[in-house]
């Protein structure tokens, strides 16, 4: 119908719009986007795209000027990425903590040379294992724009790295931002640092095009979230009547699509990181001299972790299983309707089977079922070579992701008791102890909520698609206090790819997904624009 309309006006300040008159007796159509029926002589007719009303193409009008700025500022992008790939911000390795500092001071600084409002809150010390204490990274906290006719839209993000090594496997070194066929590899590109700059870049352009920001923009940005945001959640119970008292809604992008589909996140699992120390004799000892005579720690160590988890997947720690609400219906045609590949997840990963072989079952299994993992075993001969020793200490490493019904504190209880009665039943002369590193809690959203009607329209508007709504198997251990403490609604914009490789070698970011990305957060804020504020 549109396009049968007559006259059409060129409009003189952009190519990809024309402005067309609606003759007398013609009917109006309606807005391709808000949908409502509007003025005649007021539509506009967007190459290649919708039929728009004056106000939607003036939004149009103003992302693809932002648009086009992002695309030619790529590379300043890429180079702004590698200068923080660059940067070894390993949280959980003490040795690394003067670079995670530099990681936060610079941070700081990129937001303060764009004039926000910027701070760097001491979130105080961690105590160390052996007691000693050490400085956390402070938390950057910046601002801009203050109208209070606006909403204030809170990102939240991390830069602090998982630990990488050229040996264990990458095909490139790890710190130094590599591109291959479009794929930006290096420790942290995917998980999270692309993604924070994305979000700065996003901000950025505005200021560059001397645009207004569509909301307020306040950013958190942390370095301890790979070790479960540490000191965190006493920086948001202590700003709550401050600095997040006007935020209406936060938005976090530390997660990734579930396939080469765009996806908005509903749900994270949380995590409950536990240590089973076993000590024995009081040094290593030869284990043809004494093996034999000795009760050996890692032989008790292994038999108690294997007492967690069957080879079929299914947790022996008496309550976990119980806790866990079966899927509903309207779960399982979600899940149902999801398209996933299930061959090319497994090639993706290297595996010939998985524990389950229908998507629905998969799909539960990595979002709303909790799991255990065995990490690894500190103290444990590990290199090369074929050292005849017999370890006097050692501590297993393990956690279990957990989901909604599910409570750390619970968990810590129900795996403590359960470890100590089979090691009891060893009837070993060796000392267990248990202790529960991380326990950071599962978060849920309501997928009606209106961040989410906002979500599908920017997915659209940028990748042409209707998104997935999906969960997320790993943890955002701040989401749940973010929730719970602010009382704002959360909504996970991922810019991942699936494929990415966060916490494993050869992590990677694609160049597509990054600049695609900031053109989806640009079209996010417009979105969130719209939300009607509530007085
Ligand atoms: C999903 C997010 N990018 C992530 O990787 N989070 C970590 C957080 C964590 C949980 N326990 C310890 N750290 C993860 O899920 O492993
Ligand atoms: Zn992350
Ligand atoms: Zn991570």
């Known amino acids: ?3 049968q309309m007559k006259d059409p006006i060129e409009h003189s300040c952009a190519e990809h719009i024309r402005i067309w008159g609606a003759k007398e007796g013609h009917s109006t159509p309606d807005c391709g986007n808000c949908r409502i029926k509007k003025q005649p002589n007021k539509m506009a007719l967007l190459c290649a795209a919708a039929l728009l009303c004056v106000l939607c193409s003036m939004d149009a009008l103003q992302y693809s000027e932002l648009a086009q700025y992002i695309d030619s500022h790529q590379e300043e992008y890429v180079e702004a990425l590698r200068d923080w790939v660059a940067i070894e911000s390993d949280s959980s390795n003490i040795l690394k903590r003067p670079d995670l500092h530099r990681m936060m001071d610079v941070t700081a600084e990129k937001l303060r040379r764009m004039g926000g409002d910027v701070v760097m809150v001491d979130i105080g010390e961690q105590e160390l294992p052996g007691g000693q204490m050490l400085a956390l990274p402070k938390v950057v906290t910046a601002h801009f724009g203050n109208d209070s006719q606006k909403h204030t839209v809170c990102v939240y993000g991390h830069v602090d790295v998982q630990p990488a090594k050229l040996e264990d496997g990458w095909r490139t070194e790890p710190y130094n931002l590599t591109e291959i066929d479009g794929n930006l590899y290096g420790r942290g590109a995917s998980d999270n640092k692309a993604p924070v700059l994305a979000w700065i870049h996003a901000v950025e352009a505005y200021q560059a095009l001397n645009m207004e920001l569509p909301v307020n923009v306040k950013f958190v940005i942390e370095g301890m979230e790979e070790t479960g ?3 965190l959640d006493a920086m948001i119970l202590a700003q709550r009547d401050t600095f997040f008292s006007d935020v209406d809604f936060i938005v976090i992008s ?4 579930l396939s080469k589909r765009p996806a908005l996140t509903y749900g994270t699992r949380g995590n409950c990181y536990f240590f089973a120390e076993v000590e024995g004799p009081t040094q290593d000892l030869h284990s043809g001299v004494y093996g034999g005579t000795v009760i050996e720690p890692m032989t008790d160590l292994i038999g108690i972790l294997d007492t967690l988890i ?3 997947g299914k947790i022996l720690i008496p309550g976990i299983r119980e806790a866990v609400a079966p899927l509903t219906d309207e779960e399982w045609k979600m899940y149902q ?4 590949d299930f061959d090319y997840y497994k090639s993706k990963i290297g595996v010939a089977q998985l524990m389950y072989n229908n998507k629905v079952d998969l799909l ?4 709303r079922h909790p799991t255990v993992t065995i990490h690894g075993i500190e103290g444990a001969f590990s290199d090369p070579g074929t050292k005849t020793v017999i370890p006097a200490k050692v501590t297993g490493k393990f956690s279990i992701r957990q989901v909604p019904d599910m409570d750390p504190a619970m968990v810590k209880k129900q795996v403590t008791d359960y470890l100590q009665s089979v090691f009891a039943k060893r009837k070993s002369p060796n000392k267990l102890k248990v202790t529960m590193v991380i326990g950071a809690k599962p978060w849920l959203a309501d997928t009606k909520h209106s961040l989410y009607d906002a979500g599908k329209a920017a997915v659209k508007r940028v990748f042409g698609v209707d998104p997935d709504l999906i969960r997320e198997g790993g943890t955002i251990p701040i989401a749940r ?7 704002k609604s959360i909504i996970m914009l991922p810019i991942g790819g699936f494929d990415d490789g966060l916490h494993s070698q050869n992590e990677k970011m694609s160049r597509y997904n990054y600049i695609e990305g900031t ?3 640009i079209a996010y804020l417009h979105e969130v624009a719209q939300i009607k504020k509530s007085v």
């Open 229 to 231: 945001s540490n000191g």
């Open 254 to 257: 530390d997660c990734g699509w």
């Open 481 to 487: 206090t973010f929730q719970d403490v602010t009382g």
């Open 519 to 521: 053109k989806l957060f």
């Open 1 to 3: 119908m549109v396009l």
């Open 310 to 312: 069957t080879p079929s």
């Open 364 to 367: 539960a299994h990595r979002w």
């Open 337 to 340: 309707d999801i398209d996933f």
